[in-house]
């Protein structure tokens, strides 16, 4: 299952913004995962807007775990 989903929703000065992606990238000759690319990637941020030309953010982000090149070790998921 592939996809990409987003959700921005903004109250008053408050704004909150969710994304998911469920990435299934694949060789289609051999199948084997395509190097360099997370299979899953979401993040949540939040802005708040303090008078005229401020705001203020902050958010997380989660990149799924990828796989190296020419049987190059996985490279484990973060959360930044």
Same mark, same amino acid.
């Given at each position: 299952m !592939?996809? /990409?989903y987003?959700? *921005?929703k903004r109250?008053q000065?408050?704004?909150t913004q969710? !994304?998911?992606? =469920?990435? *299934? !990238? %694949? *060789?289609d000759? %051999?199948?084997i995962?395509?190097?360099?690319v997370?299979e899953e990637?979401?993040?949540?941020? =939040?802005?708040l807007y303090v008078? =005229? *030309?401020?705001?203020?953010g902050? #958010?997380?982000?989660?990149?799924g775990? =990828?796989v190296?090149? #020419? #049987? !190059?070790?996985v490279?484990? /998921? /973060? %959360?930044?």
């Amino acid at each position: 299952m !592939a996809g /990409s989903y987003r959700v *921005n929703k903004r109250w008053q000065q408050f704004e909150t913004q969710v !994304a998911y992606t =469920n990435l *299934n !990238a %694949t *060789n289609d000759g %051999t199948g084997i995962r395509l190097p360099y690319v997370a299979e899953e990637q979401a993040s949540w941020w =939040n802005r708040l807007y303090v008078g =005229n *030309n401020w705001r203020v953010g902050a #958010g997380v982000r989660y990149v799924g775990d =990828n796989v190296g090149s #020419g #049987g !190059a070790p996985v490279v484990p /998921s /973060s %959360t930044l």
